[in-house]
């Protein structure tokens, strides 16, 4: 008798992964559910309603009828070492870190991997993207709905956690998916997305920032004068492109800079109209899925999201590059991540330097 594969599934009460859940269950394979419990969601409770209980209250009926076993594991440890450090640390250098990219190939597809036994076979979540699988190696591919494809967040993803993982919903568009939800009457299937960062739950991230690196007023200047503006609380609250949450009056005002030796945020009416247009940056640190791209012109992406532009990427040696945009990106800032693509495969990402 040949063994049923083995599945685990990481749940996170939202109507996508339950109707990945569901898809799933009607295939002719072994089911277990999971969810990670993370860490800031007990250690900072006071900052906001903690969301897992929430979460429960949709994923425990959802299991219960479909009769899978679910399993609440806490992670609290893991999201501190792997995701929470680096992200204050970054953010102590002026960058702009993305903690959801981490959070996948780290703890998803990484610490929970380690925490399983070896009887599984694939992990399965409900995120939008697709993957095409081959004799010797899988590719990521693009979701059908491009306004919520998530590949962006997966780029990290090694090439042996890629041919372990299952995406069951990246063939719908979230319209389809909210369909299904309603035909199988899940208990999610009217429940509203999540936003935000991923282990912040819904804890602001300007609270998250204030509570591990406190606050350390300095002077807001602009960036074509030298006048003092006004006052922030801190450089770290702050990121290149921003535009509310100065405090300035007539504006608007965007954030063009940091000094973060000076503690000082530099600040411009104009700033689609200086002479630094973006098109370019300098990336490191590169993460490819599969292997180095054979061609210099690919797509990039700086951010979540449906914007791409046609780049060149130039090789400066084994670890550096340079990305050159068909365009201008007012957003690009050192700690971001630039994710490559070619046509709707995704094939990694690097980590953004500086920009040109």
Same mark, same amino acid.
């Given at each position: 008798?040949?063994?049923?594969?083995?599945?685990?599934?990481?749940?996170?009460?939202?109507?996508?992964?339950?109707?990945?859940?569901?898809?799933?269950?009607?295939?002719?394979?072994?089911?277990? *559910?999971?969810?990670?419990?993370?860490?800031?969601?007990?250690?900072?409770?006071?900052?906001?309603?903690?969301?897992?209980?929430?979460?429960?209250?949709?994923?425990?009926?959802?299991?219960?009828?479909?009769?899978?076993?679910?399993?609440?594991?806490?992670?609290?440890?893991?999201?501190?070492?792997?995701?929470?450090?680096?992200?204050?640390?970054?953010?102590?250098? %002026?960058?702009?870190?993305?903690?959801?990219?981490?959070?996948?190939?780290?703890?998803?597809?990484?610490?929970?991997?380690?925490?399983?036994?070896?009887?599984?076979?694939?992990?399965?979540?409900?995120?939008?993207?697709?993957?095409?699988?081959?004799?010797?190696?899988?590719?990521?591919?693009?979701?059908?709905?491009?306004?919520?494809?998530?590949?962006?967040?997966?780029?990290?993803?090694?090439?042996?956690?890629?041919?372990?993982?299952?995406?069951?919903?990246?063939?719908?568009?979230?319209?389809?998916?909210?369909?299904?939800?309603?035909?199988?009457?899940?208990?999610?299937?009217?429940?509203?997305?999540?936003?935000?960062?991923?282990?912040? %739950?819904?804890?602001?991230?300007?609270?998250?920032?204030?509570?591990?690196?406190?606050?350390?007023?300095?002077?807001?200047?602009?960036?074509?004068?030298?006048?003092?503006?006004?006052?922030?609380?801190?450089?770290?609250?702050?990121?290149?492109?921003?535009?509310?949450?100065?405090?300035?009056?007539?504006?608007?005002?965007?954030?063009?800079?940091?000094?973060?030796?000076?503690?000082?945020?530099? *600040?411009?009416?104009?700033?689609?109209?200086?002479?630094?247009?973006?098109?370019?940056?300098?990336?490191?640190?590169?993460?490819?899925?599969?292997? *180095?791209?054979?061609?210099?012109?690919?797509?990039?992406?700086?951010?979540?999201?449906?914007?791409?532009?046609?780049?060149?990427?130039?090789?400066?040696?084994?670890?550096?590059?340079?990305?050159?945009?068909?365009?201008?990106?007012?957003?690009?800032?050192?700690?971001?991540?630039?994710?490559?693509?070619?046509?709707?495969?995704?094939?990694?990402?690097?980590?953004?330097?500086?920009?040109?």
């Amino acid at each position: 008798m040949n063994k049923k594969t083995k599945i685990a599934f990481l749940i996170s009460g939202g109507v996508d992964s339950s109707l990945a859940l569901q898809l799933l269950h009607q295939e002719n394979v072994e089911i277990k *559910a999971f969810y990670l419990k993370i860490w800031l969601e007990d250690e900072l409770s006071f900052l906001g309603n903690c969301p897992w209980k929430e979460d429960l209250s949709y994923i425990e009926p959802l299991c219960e009828k479909l009769n899978i076993p679910l399993e609440i594991v806490p992670f609290q440890k893991e999201y501190w070492d792997k995701i929470v450090k680096y992200v204050i640390a970054e953010i102590k250098k %002026g960058n702009s870190p993305n903690p959801d990219m981490l959070c996948n190939p780290c703890i998803k597809f990484g610490a929970f991997h380690d925490h399983l036994d070896s009887s599984f076979d694939f992990i399965a979540t409900g995120h939008y993207a697709q993957k095409k699988t081959f004799s010797d190696h899988s590719l990521l591919q693009s979701a059908k709905d491009s306004f919520k494809d998530q590949t962006y967040f997966l780029a990290q993803l090694s090439q042996k956690q890629l041919s372990e993982a299952l995406f069951p919903i990246g063939h719908l568009t979230k319209q389809e998916v909210r369909q299904k939800a309603l035909e199988f009457q899940l208990p999610a299937m009217n429940r509203k997305d999540s936003q935000g960062i991923c282990f912040l %739950g819904k804890i602001s991230f300007n609270d998250f920032i204030r509570h591990h690196v406190g606050e350390n007023p300095g002077n807001i200047i602009e960036h074509e004068t030298g006048k003092i503006l006004g006052r922030h609380k801190g450089f770290w609250f702050h990121t290149i492109g921003q535009r509310k949450g100065l405090g300035l009056s007539g504006g608007p005002w965007y954030v063009v800079g940091k000094n973060t030796d000076e503690n000082i945020v530099y *600040a411009s009416k104009n700033y689609f109209e200086l002479e630094q247009k973006r098109r370019a940056c300098i990336v490191s640190h590169f993460s490819w899925i599969y292997k *180095a791209p054979n061609k210099e012109n690919l797509e990039v992406k700086f951010r979540h999201g449906e914007q791409r532009y046609k780049c060149t990427l130039e090789m400066i040696d084994n670890d550096e590059g340079k990305v050159l945009i068909d365009g201008q990106d007012q957003g690009i800032a050192p700690g971001q991540f630039a994710v490559f693509y070619d046509d709707d495969i995704c094939l990694g990402s690097a980590t953004i330097k500086k920009a040109l």
